[in-house]
């Protein structure tokens, strides 16, 4: 049996920063479309010296690009990791869709409880893969340069 190492990496929380939501009418047809529109990262050394600290955020749009869409659903959050100096990997390994997978959970059960408090038919947000999000989102950007 292959031993399995420790990351190092240490999740230390996941926050929600800011939402913006508005139905006003229940639709007939309920569509979405869950797109990253917003991403950024950056490490700080601590200044014990312990290790470093990464923080994520993560802009999400529900509606992204539907032409008269049912609501409006945007929000952003913010995931924090801590990274002992001697950890097996490192930042760079430790990419965008591995911290985003762990954002998606929180972000699956915001959108659902929204829906189900309002007009809207309850979302349950389907399966995400949480690289394929981060490589649409690093093409459109590309794309815009």
Same mark, same amino acid.
């Given at each position: 049996?292959? !031993?399995?190492?420790?990351?190092?990496?240490?999740?230390?929380?996941? /926050?929600?920063?800011?939402?913006? #939501?508005?139905?006003?009418?229940?639709?007939? !047809?309920?569509?979405?479309?869950?797109?990253?529109?917003?991403?950024?990262?950056?490490?700080?050394?601590?200044?014990?010296?312990?290790?470093?600290?990464?923080?994520?955020?993560?802009?999400?749009?529900?509606?992204?690009?539907?032409?008269? +869409?049912?609501?409006?659903?945007?929000?952003?959050?913010?995931?924090?990791? #801590?990274?002992?100096? !001697?950890?097996?990997?490192?930042?760079?390994?430790?990419? !965008?869709?591995?911290?985003?997978?762990?954002?998606?959970?929180?972000?699956?059960?915001?959108?659902?409880?929204?829906?189900?408090?309002?007009?809207? +038919?309850?979302?349950?947000?389907? +399966? /995400?893969?949480?690289?394929?999000?981060?490589?649409?989102?690093?093409?459109?950007?590309?794309?815009?340069?």
């Amino acid at each position: 049996m292959a !031993d399995t190492k420790i990351s190092g990496i240490q999740f230390k929380n996941i /926050v929600l920063v800011a939402s913006k #939501f508005r139905a006003d009418a229940k639709p007939e !047809d309920l569509k979405y479309n869950l797109a990253l529109v917003g991403l950024s990262r950056k490490v700080t050394d601590r200044e014990d010296n312990s290790g470093s600290d990464l923080v994520c955020i993560y802009d999400f749009d529900l509606m992204h690009g539907i032409v008269n +869409p049912a609501c409006e659903l945007t929000c952003t959050y913010m995931a924090h990791y #801590f990274r002992k100096n !001697d950890a097996e990997m490192t930042w760079d390994q430790f990419n !965008d869709g591995m911290a985003l997978s762990h954002v998606i959970a929180y972000l699956r059960e915001f959108v659902m409880n929204i829906t189900t408090r309002s007009v809207l +038919p309850r979302i349950f947000l389907d +399966p /995400v893969n949480a690289h394929a999000l981060v490589n649409s989102y690093k093409a459109r950007t590309e794309s815009k340069k």
